[in-house]
Antibody
Framework: EVQLVESGGGLVQPGGSLRLSCAASGFTVSSNCMSWVRQAPGKGLEWVSL???????YYADSVRGRFTISRDNSKNMLYLQMNSLRAEDTAVYYC????????????WGQGTLVTVSS | EIVLTQSPATLSLSPGETATLSCRAS??????LAWYQQKPGQAPRLVIYDASNRATGIPARFSGSGSGTDFTLTISSLEPEDFAVYYC?????????FGGGTKVEI
């Protein structure tokens, strides 16, 4: 059974850093397209970042240069390193797996809340 | 950036009725459009991919159509569990974008 479990969210001050983790089970992270999608409170979905099985990475303009997506194949984990956080980064962050190495998000975790506030 | 515009923002219907949701793209996305369902407090769930293909476990009352810039998600004979927010998403180029959502409410 495919499972995705996010962790690492919390309260952080503006300008601070946070690393989100996504523990995957039931499949191999390195063989799949993996992504982060966020949702600000009461708002819609916003794609954040993606890594393909071939290791190519992509970012939304709003986070490029501040966020870094990565994976640890030995631990079957996906990460999102978030630096220079802003109030507008406040959101629930979901980890998602693409269908057949595409950006059709077939499986989702339950999300982890990141709050950027002083 | 491809902008996806969903309409209507809210659809008020009763169980048993048919819901017709629209997603319009600012430029062609071919058939590379997906629909997701999200209920309060839950993660999104893939409903339709590549415009018209039902995801695993999705009932046949859900159907998708369209190509290019105009897409429709139809939910025939609404069940109580279908009341939720629905988002469309393209995967044609970068950045990936989602529509603003349509809330299907009773």
């Amino acid at each position: 059974e495919v499972q995705l479990v996010e962790s690492g969210g919390g309260l952080v001050q503006p300008g601070g850093s946070l690393r989100l983790s996504c523990a995957a089970s039931g499949f191999t992270v390195s063989s799949n397209c993996m992504s982060w999608v966020r949702q600000a409170p009461g708002k819609g979905l916003e794609w954040v970042s993606l890594i393909y099985s071939g290791s190519n990475t992509y970012y939304a303009d709003s986070v490029r240069g501040r966020f870094t997506i990565s994976r640890d194949n030995s631990k079957n984990m996906l990460y999102l390193q978030m630096n220079s956080l802003r109030a507008e980064d406040t959101a629930v962050y979901y980890c998602a797996r693409g269908r057949r190495d595409t950006s059709v998000f077939e499986y989702w975790g339950q999300g982890t809340l990141v709050t950027v506030s002083s | 950036e491809i902008v996806l515009t969903q309409s209507p923002a809210t659809l008020s219907l009763s169980p048993g009725e048919t819901a017709t949701l629209s997603c319009r793209a600012s430029q062609s996305v071919s058939s590379q459009l997906a629909w997701y369902q999200q209920k309060p407090g839950q993660a999104p769930r893939l409903v339709i991919y590549d415009a018209s293909n039902r995801a695993t476990g999705i009932p046949a009352r859900f159907s998708g159509s369209g190509s290019g810039t105009d897409f429709t998600l139809t939910i025939s004979s609404l069940e109580p569990e279908d009341f939720a927010v629905y988002y469309c998403q393209h995967r044609t180029n970068w950045p990936l974008t989602f529509g603003g959502g349509t809330k299907v409410e009773i």
